[in-house]
């Protein structure tokens, strides 16, 4: 059972563009949301977060976006350069005195100059 | 400041064996989770280490084990490997208590092929 879902498993954007990459989600217990970016050979790191008390969270040229009633969140940036091209992930946790992520099968970004 | 460290980068065993790999968590980090990256797919979510004590786990079998030290570092132990253990082992790290929520930064994993 795929709680949090990419269905786009690849987007290509041209550079100076907006990107926007999209989750939905089935648990109606998460409450907190995040995005990984992950280069080919490295680990996930961490790029911008929600709480499920916010419905908008901007960090730089990164902005996130909740939709509680819909289940889904997406990701926008702005402008888009050729070095945002990596695999992007969506997950999600529900506070149950510890925090375990749930992630999306990741949505592959590429940017052309 | 260090980050989140895994070793080793790269393991292969053949079925049957069994492999240990090793995390350090952040500094200030004394929350220490793993998960399995299979290919073309999201992480998975292995178990969960605070307080040296396994706090919850994922759907894996009892074949994944762990360990956390008294300096928070961890081991991710698998017995008995399967062909279909090949994956990217992750760790990664928080700041763990009672937070509601934690951002989890992750190290840069460690590569297992299993012959």
């Known amino acids: 059972d795929q709680q949090v879902k990419q269905n786009s498993p690849s987007l290509s954007v041209q550079e100076g563009r907006i990107s926007i990459l999209n989750c939905d989600y089935t648990?109606?217990?998460?409450?907190?949301f995040l995005w990984y970016k992950k280069y080919p050979a490295e680990g996930p790191t961490f790029l911008i977060s929600?709480?499920?008390?916010?419905d908008k969270n901007e960090d730089g040229r990164f902005t996130v976006f909740l939709n509680k009633s819909a289940k889904h969140l997406s990701l926008h940036i702005v402008p888009s350069q050729p070095g945002d091209s990596a695999v992007y992930f969506c997950?999600?946790?529900?506070?149950?005195?510890?925090?375990?992520?749930?992630f999306g099968t990741g949505t592959r970004l590429l940017v052309s100059p | 400041d260090a980050g989140v460290t895994q070793s080793p980068t790269h393991l292969i065993k053949t079925r049957g064996q069994q492999v240990t790999l090793r995390c350090s968590p952040k500094?200030?980090?004394?929350?220490v989770s793993w998960y399995q990256q299979a290919l073309g797919q999201g992480p998975q979510f292995i178990f969960q280490?605070?307080?040296?004590?396994?706090?919850q786990r994922g759907n894996f079998p009892d074949r994944f084990s762990g360990h956390q030290f008294p300096n928070y570092s961890s081991e991710l132990n698998v017995n008995a490997l399967l062909l279909g253990d090949s994956a990217l082992y992750l760790c990664?790290?928080?700041?763990?208590?009672?937070?509601?929520?934690?951002?989890?930064?992750f190290g840069p994993g460690t590569r297992l092929l299993v012959l």
């Open positions: 997950a999600a946790s529900a506070y149950t005195g510890f925090q375990k992520l749930v």
């Open positions: 990664a790290s928080s700041p763990g208590g009672q937070a509601i929520s934690e951002t989890q930064y």
């Open positions: 280490y605070y307080e040296e004590e396994e706090r």
């Open positions: 500094s200030g980090h004394d929350t």
């Open positions: 648990n109606s217990m998460f409450d907190y």
């Open positions: 929600i709480s499920s008390i916010k």
